[in-house]
């Protein structure tokens, strides 16, 4: 199999069994989407969503985070990791908003590099979820699917997979292979212990032919890979009113 074959196949796998992928993090705005992406660098989702309602309720847009004092946001992201930078960042991040962008959230990686708190993987992750701009987050997740997969070869940083990825994945579908090899990395092909026996991807994965050797065909067919179908269903909900929003701001 080529390399170019190896990520057709995978795109047609995850565009077949996961068609509607999405971000686990719960947001209504892209303002909202910025504070939890922000607050779950080496966090989960999970936590992100268990402490985010409480900061959205009493903060529920840039400006009234603006004016936010230290010891007012600690206590609500005490639990999140590394609170104490997180709180100042998320505090720079909404004054440079209201004074450098009035209040909404910027669209273009340059721009939002410029904020507290953001680096390239977080506007990645903004512009590709909000605006399906073709941009690679490149997280732990996808960088270890990826290499696992064959999908990068001797990629030794994070800015060097997702240049290989960018290279090959076609525009059009490069905010959804984000999270498809986000969710892969999540539940299946997990740092420890991959499960490869269940996988969909056996056909093409270097991995699984170095350990398995080569897959039976056809390959196995797997269920969706989403959240509950309860919190899935509110979490699009709040993904098509913030892409709403903007399109309602273009």
């Excluded at 004092?69 to 720079?92: A, M, Q, V, W």
Aim: proline share 6%; glycine share 4%; aromatic share 8%.
């Amino acid at each position: 199999m080529t390399r170019k074959q190896r990520y057709q196949f995978v795109l047609d796998y995850f565009s077949q069994h996961n068609p509607d992928a999405a971000t686990e993090l719960f947001y209504g705005s892209p303002y909202q989407l910025l504070v939890a992406v922000i607050l779950s660098a080496q966090c989960t989702d999970k936590r992100v969503n268990m402490t985010t309602p409480a900061i959205f309720d009493k903060y529920p847009d840039a400006a009234s985070l603006a004016k936010a004092h230290f010891d007012e946001l600690f206590p609500l992201i005490r639990s999140i990791s590394y609170p104490n930078n997180k709180t100042k960042h998320l505090i720079g991040m909404a004054q440079m908003l209201v004074h450098d962008f009035g209040g909404e959230v910027p669209l273009t990686v340059e721009e939002l590099v410029r904020l507290p708190g953001v680096g390239r993987k977080t506007a990645n992750v903004i512009t590709s979820v909000v605006d399906n701009q073709p941009n690679m987050a490149v997280d732990t997740h996808v960088f270890r699917v990826a290499a696992r997969i064959g999908l990068t070869v001797n990629a030794k940083t994070p800015l060097a997979a997702e240049k290989q990825l960018l290279e090959f994945i076609p525009r059009d579908q490069v905010h959804m292979a984000h999270h498809w090899l986000i969710l892969h990395g999540r539940y299946i092909c997990v740092a420890r212990s991959p499960k490869c026996p269940e996988c969909g991807l056996q056909q093409a994965c270097k991995y699984f032919a170095a350990h398995y050797g080569k897959a039976a065909a056809p390959e196995p067919a797997l269920p969706v890979v989403t959240a509950g179908s309860r919190v899935a269903g509110s979490r699009t909900a709040s993904h098509k009113k913030a892409k709403d929003s903007v399109k309602k701001k273009k």
